[in-house]
């Protein structure tokens, strides 16, 4: 399972916005030796037993100019914060569909 989401972390943009867990991926990343152990017992508590912390799914929606001086909602782009922790789970997911697909 390590081989899974160590790679994925390490993949992720790591100045990318803060996420609901104030944690940016640097942080995971910097201190993989240190969190590691911790995310690599998360994930697969998620995926095979479906323990999924409360707070782990929530998402913030933020809206970004892409113009200097929006006037109608087409001027902004919407984007999607979600928990760090939620990319390897979702990325791993995928990466086991994709023989299937």
Not at 28 to 38: A, E, I, L, P, R
Not at 51 to 78: A, F, V
Request: some cysteine; proline content about 10%; aromatic content about 6%.
């Amino acid at each position: 399972m390590r081989r899974e989401i160590e790679p994925t972390l390490k993949q992720m943009v790591p100045t990318k916005a803060l996420r609901p867990n104030s944690f940016c991926p640097l942080f995971y990343q910097k201190y993989w030796s240190t969190v590691g152990t911790d995310v690599c017992r998360l994930v697969p508590g998620v995926l095979n037993r479906g323990d999924m912390p409360k707070n782990l799914n929530h998402t913030i929606i933020s809206l970004i100019l892409n113009t200097k001086n929006p006037e109608s909602m087409k001027d902004l782009r919407p984007i999607s914060l979600c928990n760090v922790m939620y990319k390897p789970i979702s990325k791993t997911i995928a990466n086991r569909l994709k023989p299937i697909l």
